[in-house]
């Protein structure tokens, strides 16, 4: 059985000592105590020591039209909260990468303590990306393998191409929380990209919200 350098108490003290305002303090301890139990009962169940790790944290928020209520009435912010002290806990630099996706997908700014609060309506919402369906694998194509977008213009006209790179290495593991409410569109596709993930150093969660499921 693998031996934990920290346990629930040693992990929850030592993100909370991260965070320096008093407001932050009082909003995400509840998460942080939540996260460093699951993170404790993971370590054991894995044989793998999780709170001593470092690794890249990645968060891919669907942006399909179904998805429209969650967003406006805090589902997603909520969701949002409860992920920022992963970030403190396994991210060198306390941030998330945050990568928006519909049929194609978008990088976003990364998500920290500074503007974890209200970034759907800073960030999410003012990125000037549409709704759309549910394809999974063009964005953990872009994850994993590296990729680009068209970004801007008008009818296909004048439009910019924005190249994201990799984000999976052989440092670091690469942890990605999918928050999705419903079934993709494209399986053979994210199928295939699942695949060849296993034999890399990443590990895929979906998470569900809302009703459809």
């Known amino acids: 059985m693998v031996q934990l350098r920290k346990n629930e108490e040693e992990l929850t003290k030592e993100i909370m000592g991260k965070i320096s305002l008093s407001k932050d303090k009082v909003n995400l301890e509840k998460h942080v105590v939540n996260l460093t139990k699951c993170v404790v009962d993971l370590s054991k169940k894995s044989n793998i020591d999780l709170g001593s790790a470092k690794a890249k944290v990645v968060v ?3 942006y399909s039209g179904s998805m429209c209520k969650l967003y406006s009435n805090g589902t997603v912010q909520k969701t949002i909260n409860r992920l920022v002290p992963l970030g403190l806990s396994f991210d060198d630099n306390g941030s998330i990468d ?6 194609d997908y978008r990088k976003l700014e990364d998500l920290d303590l500074s503007n974890y609060e209200d970034y759907v309506k800073t960030v999410v919402n003012t ?3 549409s709704m759309g369906g549910t394809n999974y694998a063009p964005v953990l194509r872009a994850i994993i393998e590296g990729s680009s977008y068209k970004e801007g213009g008008f009818l296909g006209f004048g439009a910019k191409t924005v190249k994201t790179e990799a984000l999976v290495d052989k440092g670091d593991p690469t942890f990605i929380l999918f928050i999705t409410d419903g079934a993709n569109a494209d399986r053979l596709n994210t199928d295939n990209i699942i695949k060849k993930s296993s034999e890399m ?3 895929i969660q979906f998470i569900g919200i809302g009703k459809e499921k």
Do not use: E, I, K, P
Request: charged content about 5%.
């Open 60 to 62: 891919v928020l669907d």
């Open 98 to 103: 945050v990568y928006l996706f519909q049929n």
């Open 127 to 129: 990125a000037g990306y």
């Open 201 to 203: 150093n990443v590990f």
